[in-house]
């Protein structure tokens, strides 16, 4: 079809940008849908990480995955298995969407920090641990 100017009109009147909104806010969706499952594995898992989380001993990073703030007995076990977990699931997700992983982790990044509890340890803008 052709518009009176004689040029094909683009298939989203808003332009390509509009056509990777669904993109992004149906990875945002997932992204938050299975926080709870696949970040987070099992209950046993839960139990440890908000244990961790509670003594300041883990935090959140910018880049959609745990950090060890503070050394303790199993918390860098505790880590590498939920950091593992998270980029297994990261990495399907980005397979399904066909968005780089990078996209994927940010996305995960900033779901996770805005819905950490109060007094939770994250990592900031400038890179250092900061509470929420």
Known sequence: ????SGSRPHPFPDGPAIARRPVLTGLAALLA????AALLPTPAAAQTLESARAQGWIGERRDGYLG????APGVDALVQSINAQRRSH????????NVPLAAVEAQAAETIINRLPSGAIYQAANGQWARR
């Open 68 to 71: 060890v703030v503070q050394n």
């Open 1 to 4: 079809m052709k518009t009176s």
């Open 33 to 36: 849908l299975s926080a709870g």
């Open 90 to 97: 990261y990495e399907s997700i980005a397979a399904a969407n």
